[in-house]
Structure formats: C-alpha cells, structure tokens
C-alpha cells in the first residue's frame, strides 16, 4: 500500500487515542498523520511514533489533500464534517452511530464483510462496539448453520463511556469503600458496585422499550451479515469493569451444532480466540482481553432448552476491536 | 402462631446473621431462639432482640426440643444434621442444594408453591437465591401465558459467595485502584473491575458444560413451578456488586402478551414490584433492593425477534428474599 496522508478526527478522546497507537502499532503506512479536535482541544499536542503533533481544530477544510480520515468525534459532529471529507475525496470511516444504518454506507467488520467496503461512496461506517465481537464470532457458525435468532444480554465496560466515566467509576468506588456517597455526572446512578441496564446512559429509550445500545445490536447485526432474516434480541448493561466488554449470548441454528462443532468451527475463524477449557477454569474475562486484537470465546455449549441452540461467552476489548482496530483495519482494506 | 423454639444452623455466616434479623424484623414467634455454628465458632456470642447469646457447637443432639431449624450451613452439613432433627420432630428448612432436588423434599417460594409445604416428611428445601427471584416473577406470567422457555443471563453479587468473598472484593478493589496485584483466594481470578462466568467459583462445570449454579436455575425452576415442560437455559455470572442479583431475563409464553398486560399482571402479584418508567430511568437496581423484601422487575419489553416473548430485568436481594427471608416466609407458613 503507498503510504496515505492519515486525519484522525477526535483525537484526543479514548478511541481517538486508541487510533493512533493501532496506526503505529501495525504500522499502517502513514505519510503523515494530521489529528483533529473540538475547540477545547486546541493547543494540545499528541505523540505519534515519538513525534510531537498539534491538535488542529476540525473544520470543512481539514481534509484537503487527505486520503484517509478515522473519525471517533461523535454522531453530531460525524454528520457535519464527513460530507465534507468525502466531497475532497477522503475517504471516512466513522466510528459513531451516524451512518451506520444508511443504506448507501457500508457498515463493515472486515472478517465478516470485507466485501461492503468496495461499495463505500466515501464514508464507512464503523459498528457498534458490542455488536462487532459478537458477529466476529457469530459469522462463522452462521455459515455453517445458518443463525435463525440470537438472545444477548452484554456486561459492558466503563471506557465504553469515554475518559471521564473511567474517572467516575474510580472516584465513586474510592468514595463507597471509604463510606461517602458516590458523586455522578456522568451516569445517573452510581456504576461502581453496581449494573445499569441503560446504555447509553444519556439516551431515551426507544418507544418499544429498547435502548439504543440494544437496538444497534439488533439492526447492525443483520446488516452486517448481510441477512434480514436473523432475528436478534438484546439487553445491554453497564458494569463496573474498566475495559474489555463480556456478552452472554444464546443462538439458535437452523442446522444443529454440537458444541464441539462450533469450537472447531471457531477455532480456525479470523480474528477469533477459543478459551474453553473448564477443567482448567479457563474461559475469556475482560482483563485479559484488554489489548488484545481478537475476540475470545468460551463457556460454549449446547443449550438444554433448545434442540438447536448454543449458550456462549464473548469477549473484547471494546475500544481495539469494537472500535480503533476494527476502523483501522478498515483502512488497510481500502 | 403459638411461639416456637427456634434453632440457627450456620448462624456465623451471612446469611445465618440474616435469617436472626429477620425473624426479629419480622416478629416470628420465638420462644426460644439457639444459635448453631461449627467448632471454628466456639465461644462467639451473637445479639438477638437485645439478648446475647451464645453460639453452641453443632451436633446430632442440638436439635431435641426445637420446633423449627433454618440451616444455612452448608450441603454436607446439611446432609449430616437435618434427617437427625428431623427424626426429632423438628422442621428443617434448609437453605444449601442437599436437598432440593429430593423427591421427598418440597422446595419451595411461597408466592409460588406454598401448597407443597404440607407435604413435607421434616425437611424443607429453600430455592437457589437467582432461582427464587426468577420464579416470583415468572409464575403470575406462566399462570397467564404458560412460560415454555426461559433464557436467562445473571449478574450476582459477591455476597453470595460469603464475609471472605466481600473481604476479597474489597481488598482487590483497593489494590487495583492503587495499582498493587490483587490477590485471589475466595475466586479463581480477581473479582474486582471483573466479571467471571463461573458460578460457584469452587465447583467443577457438569459434563455439558454448564456450571453448578445454571443447573439449579434449569432444575429448580422447573420443580417449584410444579412444571417440567418449562425449558430454561442459564449463564450465571459473578459482578463486582457487593449485594443484590440482578438478571437479564428472555420469556417466551404460549400465549403472547404485550409489554402493558405483563406489567399489570406482576403488579399484582405478591412480593413483586414493578420498577418501569423508562421516561424517569426508573428500573430496578441491585443497591436500591439491599434491605429490600420485594422482587424488583422492569425494562419489561415485547421481544422483537420472537412473536410471543418478553424481555426483563430483575432484581432482588439475594440475601433476603433469596435466602434468609424466603426461609422464615416458608417458617411462617408451617
């Protein structure tokens, strides 16, 4: 690949971040990297293989000359400025909710549809981070079984909601262990010792009960796999765990699998990890996920209540997968 | 009720201490109340309506006189000591798994099957904490719809584990937020900021891959419910949560029911509180249930992958309802 000139847009947040370091760390062919904030970032500088780089302010003009732009700046923001980054003939992929849905944008996990990404017409859209581990993990058996449903229930980690719900966890589980009450700004109720089954914490539920979170997982997952028929249903809750998101998931095939079927199955799958021995106490946990590449499976079994189904637990973590490297793996395909 | 002489087995432990305060809580007839715990407790003293009294050393003859035991010490005690109280005439009403899945043995939720009391032939059985709370709320739908399969995800607190467990999930807690390697002894990997798929944390999986815990929640589910066509499958996992289970629960009824008809009819129904105004973030949560009688339920919703299904989230203290309290309702109920 000839090297690219890199725009990173939301620079200085956790994926941001997050970004910059899978750049450098698969030493994606940068010709030169020029990274983009909100006005309460100007000033700042960010280190990219040891060189010292502005934060420049986003603006339409950015992407002049840009042949690649990884954006991680929020839906709002997303919606404004990547129109503007394509018509330069800059190609997006946006890492929030803004385009994931439009029929006109790919919505890609390269292990999964790697494919999609030749019909971009500008823009890519980045999945929803629990949605991108589950289907890393779920295309294989569909392939071999055809998936008719899925029941998710998600134990989702803290950095999920950025910087400073990372800092609240750590200030309200200091202030309960030494018996003060717990401060929140950023979730409505305190998340430290705690399951909130809101996410995002900020978001109105929709009018059928769902919240958002469930919902991307819902209509993401169908549309990454390229099959409507796949019926998906999810409860999507917030743990106090820093990083590294744990999913419960129930899925029930057309054809039967054993359960050392699908471990076989998954074993030679991209980008998957199987953990499954029980007679070691081995099964995947969220902090042995945490910079890591892949997504790990294990607790795979065949479910008693189903003639066809199995009950797994997938983990990742959620701001390298389920975000950075999943966008930036994008890039290399381009 | 005429006044009872009461015994406490395990009355050391988390939830012996709770099963004191609830038989004072809730005025139990007590004409006399003896304390039992193992050799480790010897010379301990513990506080009941203001008296102190001292804990005796457990053996076949503690139980001459006593008309009702609550035993929280454990299966093999259990296994040990409750056919000789009960050869005494006394009633054990035994909160470990020894016997619950006995034949001989009602267990039992009094919302659910208080019928089966009578058949009792001296012993008792007190439900699996995440079953009891499950069932509470499943029975006035399965009355209404006929439940025909249950998928159902936990997030359970550290307190069923034991003193030890919360000590260790303190300590790690501390460590980690100082950054010290957290130590393990109660669980097999820290507990702190983590969340294991492995319940209880001391016992082998079953050949099929399902550990202790989901089998109780399969089995016991069934036997309480009075109902062996009732398929369920389980994922229990452990939460840095210090008390109250929290469960992420996939309903599918025979006949459909919307949102509105479920939430009216558990409204109704006895030990139940509805917690589900999503306009308010109002939804059950596991530290508003701590201290709690109720079983909290909400973010009730149609599964949109299934045409007769319900989604739901339900709390309770795994403590009380979940132990020490549905014991004494079962005590009450003699």
Redesign the interface.
């Known amino acids: 690949m000839t090297p690219k000139v890199v725009a990173v847009a939301g620079a200085t947040g956790l994926v941001g971040r997050q970004m910059m370091q899978v750049l450098e760390e698969r030493n994606f062919p940068v010709k030169s990297l020029k990274l983009l904030a909100s006005e309460r970032s100007k000033g700042k500088t960010l280190t990219f293989k040891g060189e010292t780089i502005p934060v420049e302010v986003l603006s339409e003009d950015s992407f002049k000359g840009v042949d690649v732009a990884l954006f991680s700046a929020g839906g709002g923001t997303s919606k404004k400025y990547s129109p503007c980054a394509a018509k330069d003939g800059c190609v997006v992929v946006d890492n929030s909710s803004a385009w994931r849905m439009d029929p006109n944008v790919p919505l890609v996990v390269p292990e999964v549809n790697a494919h999609d990404i030749a019909k971009h017409q500008g823009i890519i859209a980045n999945p929803n981070c629990s949605t991108i581990q589950m289907v890393v993990v779920l295309k294989p058996l569909h392939d071999a079984a055809k998936i008719k449903?899925?029941?998710v229930?998600t134990?989702q980690a803290v950095s999920g909601a950025g910087i400073k719900a990372l800092d609240e966890l750590?200030a309200q589980?200091?202030a309960i262990?030494e018996g003060r009450e717990p401060e929140c700004s950023v979730f409505?109720?305190?998340i430290a010792?705690?399951?909130?089954?809101?996410i995002p914490q900020s978001d109105?539920?929709a009018d059928?009960?769902?919240s958002t979170e469930e919902l991307k997982m819902?209509n993401e997952t169908k549309k990454i796999m390229g099959d409507d028929s796949i019926?998906?249903?999810a409860?999507t809750?917030r743990?106090?765990?820093?990083s590294g998101h744990?999913e419960?998931v129930?899925v029930e095939t057309e054809k039967k699998l054993t359960?050392q079927q699908a471990r076989e199955i998954l074993s030679k799958a991209e980008g998957v990890v199987v953990q499954d021995d029980?007679?070691k106490?081995l099964?995947p946990?969220?902090?042995n996920a945490v910079g890591k590449s892949e997504t790990f499976v294990?607790?795979?079994?065949?479910?008693?209540?189903?003639p066809s189904?199995l009950?797994m637990?997938i983990v990742s973590d959620n701001l390298l997968k389920g975000a950075a490297l999943n966008a930036v793996q994008i890039a290399e395909r381009l």
Chains 1, 2 share one sequence.
């Open positions: 449903r899925v029941v229930s134990y750590k589980t200091l262990l409505p109720y305190p010792f705690n399951c909130l089954p809101q109105a539920f059928n009960g769902y819902v019926r998906v249903t409860t809750v743990v106090p765990v820093f744990s419960s129930n359960a029980l007679s106490q099964y946990l969220a902090p294990g607790r795979i079994r065949e479910d008693v209540s189903h189904a009950d637990w």
